[in-house]
């Protein structure tokens, strides 16, 4: 026992450590920088800058640590490289946990719901906003557990840079062992030595998961809670979070947080001199023979619609004829075979010339021309408060001071019936909440469209009406030029001027709302409306 | 080597402790000065015969875990020390170079060497042909192997011989003694006797530990190894018996070096003709036996 706490107290060994912490300092950081630009790479669009990515994980991750410790130190020489041990040993656990890193990075970028990314670029975010606001904060969270993991196995590997010479914790374990011939008493203090060391990592991966929790703010969560005897039931806890909050969702339409009072329904008289207005109206939207097919099948098969600025259109038919990808190919979040899109007049996704735009210009045109869209999916940015998802963009997007975004989010907020949740994180709101942000989200840049993709789709039947009801003032009170895709078939009579029926990416009839819902000409629309009259419970998740 | 008596006298007379404290300071200051003085005679002609390494420091390749020839002081872990060590510094003092030490395996001893990581390689390593091909050798002492066997012997393992077979023998990557066990495995089939089976190490201390252990039954190496591991487990291992091996232990240089080589040669002969070299191993406890004149090995 004193022959151990004499090594444990050893200058000698001690010194080791610092070398220790040297080598896998250069390993983590070379390897984190080395990581990044891999990570880059492989997710990158073009197809060979991702082979030699892959090439180069195959190569670093299929062999073994100490050959490319051996690599670094007596080969690189030959070739003129001639470097210190600790920087060989250093470039060689960099280049061994640059691939283990990558794939950390890939995963945590990839993990990121598809959904947000594509409300981000809804919004206008180019590549570089979204990663960086949107991506990488919520990637970083999740890869911390994995990024404290490879730190402590980096801490270990560094014990293999005792092949190539450097004086770290042990090889000069194996030196003194060697020369007293004290072999346990030397190889447990070592060892200890070395749990100390990845304790203390694991402390700053902990305390790091702490700072970025973001339940702390919402709800008090003590650092107490990740210790390892601590258990706290991470389901409960959005449930705790509505326990703080104000009661809501009690019967829509009478709930404190709803958009009082309920838009009133047009009369027949003004409902023909809404329709007289729009039709002096400029065209806000117009696709022309627009064609898109995955592999087989025609998504889109020669579609052609026009509305006008103030017109609300509501868009039916079953699933897959093509509603999504019609309001999808609308702001260019994806791109067609044929045809032709302008929304305000603009050939949204192209130059002057017909060529198209690299992914950065689309999304500052996007930014410009102003196409709201709201997912069925709701798809706000989780990591961020119902404030934030508002405001974030207006300062990332459209350049606006803090002070006045957080104007205009309180402002669209207050108008969608949620003040009182600002601050609420999205998985703390319910789905009829978190769309009616995503609606507010939306509308902060005052967009000259919104489309709506089966907004009360993916909603609990009970909270469907709170979501139609924000939707109908819209339409009634602020003169929104609207496209909706929907299931709702009485909604769509009460709000939109017009349907327009598709079936198998093309619109099999159109018309004034009224008219067609009532008396539908094409026998499969009247088939499909029957069908949906005769199912009057509304739409259940998809 | 007069300076290490002096040391001893220096740390004795402990009342004195300030002024002495100065002295070794000041000694400190002026070591290479009397080591000059120190080292024989004619190692001023060679300094100006070969000037190229004088004030230089080099750097020497060692696998220091073989006490008496290299291994850490166990008092300042910071100091090498051992029969080699004090080798090397002496040819050092001789031709005006300093030395800094590089610790790695034994088998990477000549890979270091051949990389330019390291100028000279002084670690008790036998010059053999096959290692030739990698480094010149400068040899300055004989080999006699030790047989370390678990205390009684229970295998009784007399030699390099028949009675290994069946047995399960620990070496260190890269030791001569490895090819000498191999080729026992077909005379022991001959003999209708099971193979004796090698565990391959990094270190004497690991092949030591696997004896302690019951996983191996013997490690031969260098007698003088052999008798310190004995010094160290009296009670838990012995000494089968010492065996002479035909190689000679040598410093290893880079083969492109040839002026390096004949520089270090000449320091080699000139510590032997002093009678330094005899004293160094009288010093560490070696067997004097283990002198020999410095010759040559090297092939192309």
């Known amino acids: 026992m004193s022959l151990f706490l004499h090594y444990l107290s050893l200058p000698y060994l001690l010194a080791g450590i610092e070398l220790t912490l040297e080598v896998t300092a250069l390993g983590l950081a070379g390897g984190l920088i080395l990581g990044l630009i891999l990570a880059w790479m492989q997710l990158s669009r073009f197809w060979w800058l991702s082979a030699i990515a892959r090439g180069y994980t195959v190569i670093f991750r299929g062999t073994p640590l100490i050959l490319q410790m051996v690599f670094a130190y007596d080969a690189l020489p030959h070739i003129g490289i001639k470097l210190p041990a600790v920087l060989a040993a250093g470039l060689a656990l960099a280049c061994n946990e640059a691939p283990f890193i990558a794939e950390m990075l890939r995963a945590g970028v990839l993990g990121v719901e598809r959904g947000q990314i594509a409300a981000g670029q809804a919004l ?47 090889l000069r374990s194996t030196q003194l062992a060697s020369s007293t011939f004290d072999f346990f008493s030397i190889f447990f203090a070592s060892g200890l030595i070395y749990l100390v060391l990845t304790g203390a990592i694991s402390g700053i991966q902990l305390a790091l998961e702490w700072l970025l929790d973001l339940d702390r703010t919402s709800r008090e969560r003590k650092l107490a809670d990740y210790l390892p005897w601590r ?65 087989q099948q025609n998504v889109l098969d020669g579609l052609n ?42 050939r949204l996704g192209f130059d002057d010339d017909g060529k198209p735009l690299s992914p950065r210009a689309i999304a500052n045109e996007r930014a410009n021309v102003g196409v709201g869209m709201v997912f069925q999916q709701f798809n706000l940015f989780s990591h961020l408060t119902a404030k934030e998802n508002v405001a974030g963009p207006l300062r990332w997007v459209h350049g606006m001071t803090r002070i006045d975004a957080d104007r205009r989010a ?11 949740r600002a601050d609420a994180l999205p998985r703390h709101l319910s789905g009829g ?54 299931h709702q078939i009485r909604f769509a009579d009460e709000v939109a001027d017009r349907v327009a029926f598709l079936s198998g990416g093309r619109i099999l009839e159109e018309g004034p709302a009224h008219e067609v819902l009532s008396n539908p000409r094409n026998p499969v629309t009247a088939r499909f409306l029957s069908v949906m009259e005769a199912d009057k419970t509304p739409e259940p998740v998809r | ?12 007379s402990l009342p004195w402790r300030r002024a002495i404290l100065g002295a070794i300071v000041a000694a400190g200051f002026l070591a290479p000065l009397s080591a000059q003085a120190a080292a024989p005679a004619p190692c001023a002609a060679l300094q100006e015969k070969y000037p190229d390494w004088k004030g230089k420091t080099l750097v020497n390749a060692i696998n220091p875990h073989t006490p008496g020839y290299e291994s850490i002081d166990p008092k300042d872990p910071s100091k090498y020390v051992g029969f080699d060590i004090d080798l090397g510094e002496m040819i050092g003092e001789c031709l005006g170079f300093k030395l800094t030490y590089k610790a790695v395996t034994f088998a990477a001893l000549l890979t270091t060497l051949a990389s330019g990581q390291a100028d000279i390689v002084i670690s008790d390593i036998y010059a053999t042909e096959e290692r030739a091909k990698a480094a010149d ?44 066990v191999q080729a026992l495995v077909p005379q022991c089939k001959a003999a209708g006797k099971p193979e004796p089976t090698l565990q391959l190490y990094d270190n004497n201390a690991n092949c030591i530990q696997a004896i302690l252990a019951g996983r191996a039954d013997t490690y031969i190496n260098d007698v003088n190894t052999v008798d310190n591991a004995v010094k160290a487990y009296p009670d838990k291992l012995e000494k089968a018996i010492a065996v002479t091996i035909p190689y000679s232990v040598g410093i290893a240089v880079p083969k492109d070096k040839p002026k390096f080589r004949e520089a270090v040669t000449a320091a080699l002969t000139e510590i032997y003709k002093s009678g330094d070299q005899l004293a160094l191993l009288k010093k560490w406890g070696l067997d004097p036996d283990n002198l020999k004149e410095p010759g040559l090995l090297t092939v192309n």
């Open chain 1, 124 to 170: 206008g975010m180019t590549p570089a906003v979204l990663m960086r606001r949107v991506i990488a904060p919520q990637a970083i969270r999740t890869m911390i557990p994995a990024f404290g993991n490879e730190s402590v196995s980096a801490l270990k590997n560094s014990s293999l840079a005792s092949v190539i010479a450097v004086q770290e914790l042990t």
């Open chain 1, 231 to 295: 258990r706290v039931d991470l389901l409960t806890k959005p449930e705790l979070a509505e326990k703080n909050a104000p009661p809501i969702d009690v019967v829509a339409g009478l709930e404190p947080d709803s958009p009082a009072p309920p838009a009133r329904t047009l009369t027949p008289e003004e409902r023909a001199r809404r329709t007289a207005t729009i039709a002096r109206n400029n065209v806000a939207v117009e696709v022309k023979d627009l064609s898109k097919t995955y592999g």
């Open chain 1, 305 to 346: 619609l026009t509305v006008r600025v103030g017109e609300v259109i509501a868009l039916l038919g079953p699933s897959g004829s093509g509603k999504s990808t019609l309001l999808r190919c609308i702001n260019h979040l994806e791109n067609w075979d044929a045809g032709t899109v302008r929304v305000g007049g603009r």
């Open chain 1, 410 to 420: 309180r402002e669209l907020l207050d108008r969608v019936g949620l003040s009182h």
């Open chain 1, 433 to 486: 909440q978190q769309q009616r942000v995503a609606i507010a989200r939306a509308l902060a840049p005052n967009p000259s469209v919104l489309l709506l993709d089966e907004p009360t789709s993916a909603l609990d039947p009970e909270l469907v009406n709170e979501v139609l009801e924000v939707i109908r003032r819209l339409a009634v009170d602020d003169g929104l030029t609207m496209i909706i895709s929907t």
């Open chain 2, 1 to 12: 080597m007069q300076k290490w008596p002096c040391g001893e006298t220096r740390r004795a």
């Open chain 2, 137 to 180: 050798f400068i040899t300055y002492s004989k080999v006699f192997d030790g047989v370390l066997v678990a205390k009684g012997n229970p295998k009784g393992i007399n030699g390099i011989n028949l009675s290994l077979c069946g047995a399960a023998a620990a070496e260190n990557t890269g030791f001569v003694e490895v090819p000498l």
